[in-house]
C-alpha cells in the first residue's frame, strides 16, 4: 500500500531538471538583486549594522515577490525545498557581492 508521500508523487512526480532550472533562476535573482542593494547602501552611506539590516529587509521583499511573482504563492510546486530554496535559499551566499559593491560604492561616494 503506498503512502500519502508516495502517491502525490506519482500524481505530480518531481522533475529534477525542472527543479534545478528553478533553483538556478532563484540564485541568479538573489545575486544580482544582492549586488544591486550593495549599490544601494553604498551610495547612501550605510555603515555597519544599518547596512546588514538593510540587506536582510531587501533580501526579505526579494523572497515576498519570489513567493508572490515567480512561485504564485505554490513554493512546494517550483521547489522540492521550499523553505530552504526559495525562502532562505542564497541569502548569506549573495552577502559577499552584497559586501564587495557595498564597500566599492561607499569608497567613490565618499572619496
Not at 15 to 34: D, P
Not at 40 to 68: D, H, K, N, Q, R
Not at 82 to 90: A, E, I, K, Q, S
Request: cysteine-free.
Amino acid at each position: 500500500m503506498a503512502t500519502a508521500d508516495e502517491r502525490e508523487l506519482q500524481i505530480n512526480p518531481i522533475v529534477a531538471s525542472s527543479v534545478q532550472h528553478n533553483t538556478q533562476v532563484t540564485s541568479n535573482i538573489r545575486n544580482l538583486t544582492a549586488s544591486l542593494f550593495g549599490v544601494a547602501a553604498g551610495t547612501l552611506g550605510l555603515e555597519s549594522y544599518p547596512g546588514f539590516i538593510f540587506y536582510l529587509v531587501a533580501s526579505s521583499l526579494v523572497s515576498v515577490l519570489l513567493f508572490a511573482l515567480k512561485a504564485e504563492a505554490q513554493p512546494a510546486k517550483y521547489y522540492y525545498r521550499p523553505l530552504g530554496d526559495m525562502w532562505l535559499g542564497d541569502v548569506f551566499g549573495g552577502l559577499s557581492g552584497f559586501v564587495l559593491t557595498w564597500t566599492l560604492f561607499y569608497g567613490l561616494v565618499r572619496a
